[in-house]
């Protein structure tokens, strides 16, 4: 059944709609939201043979794409400037509407594209992969990576739409579904036993439907009180602090993302049991193990440590940690960075 989601932004209401099948009505839907002249897809060159002629089949209306290269590699600067180009290429003016159709790597740099090109042009955004249904393509979260580091050039932008069907998710490769996975138990582990409930279910695929949309709720709750990432949205980090350090040490290639943020959770639980607080962990690793996402922490302690000192450097003297109190309820949790640097050599 047809499920809709609004989220109030700075720039605008997002309409986030999610059912099975959406894909192929997703030209009625969008007629319904815009009445543009040109529309843009932007897509990359996994998704394109298999999506990208359903969707442009749909409109009547004049359509061009940009076809990026498929990876994170590829999500710099230059892929947004090719995507300008293309844009003045086709004739699109501020009145006209631009699609994200993909992965959140497509969303992303197509978010910034949309963004910034005229100031702002309408956005749709399409998910094709469970992380981009469940997170990225909600919340307005835009930009780049540069060879410094991830994400470093962005925009806060909502889209005025958000699609969601999760029959694309068919074509994933089973690693690209785990991925998205940990941060499906993420929300479970912040915000919503109930999910860790349906996951935990040997058949937990046949809810994925229920299942986005009870993470999308929370995603669209905690961007409803915290849109510029000032304070509450920081607890969807739970399992990133590590998480990202141990991405960062294996040079974004050992780990995929999702694989660095279920052992991220892992040692956030047992960085909880140091402090003294319940031992959480034992029913997180079968749960990620279940899924088939690692939970073991094999980088040394003492580069973990200098790896987290970046996020050090952003909040002073304490890290901010995403601490669970219980399944379905997480706290935002200074850490002295003291304290943190023992906690770290006995995880
Ligand atoms: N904006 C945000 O709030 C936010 C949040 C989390 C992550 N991100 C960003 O999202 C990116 C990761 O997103 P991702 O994991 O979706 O990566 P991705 O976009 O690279 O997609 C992963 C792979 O799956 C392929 N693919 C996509 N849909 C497919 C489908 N239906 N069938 C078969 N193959 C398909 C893609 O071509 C790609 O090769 C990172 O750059 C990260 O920084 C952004």
Redesign the pocket.
Known sequence: MAQILSLSGANGVSDIHIEAGLLDRAGAVIGETFSPSRIHIVT?S??AP??LDRLKQQFALPVSETVLP???EY?RLAAVEGIYHDLLASGMTRKDLIIAL???????ITGFAAATFLRGVSLCQIP??L??QV??SV?G??GVDLPEG??LVGAFYQPRLVLIDPN??S???DA?FA??MAEVVKYGYIANREILDLVAQPDYKQNIETIIYECVKIKRDVVAIDEHDTGLRMILNFGHTIGHAAEKLGNYTALT?GQAVAIGMVCAMHLSALRGDADLSAPLVRLLQQIGLPTELTYDREAIFNALLSDKKKFGATVNFILVREPGRAEITPIEADALHEFIKQL
């Open positions: 990359d996994t998704v298999l999506y498929a990876g994170e999500k993909g992965g959140g790597v497509t969303g992303d094709t992969t992380l981009a997170d990225s919340g979260k835009t991830k994400n694309v998710l074509t994933l490769p690209t991925d998205g993302h």
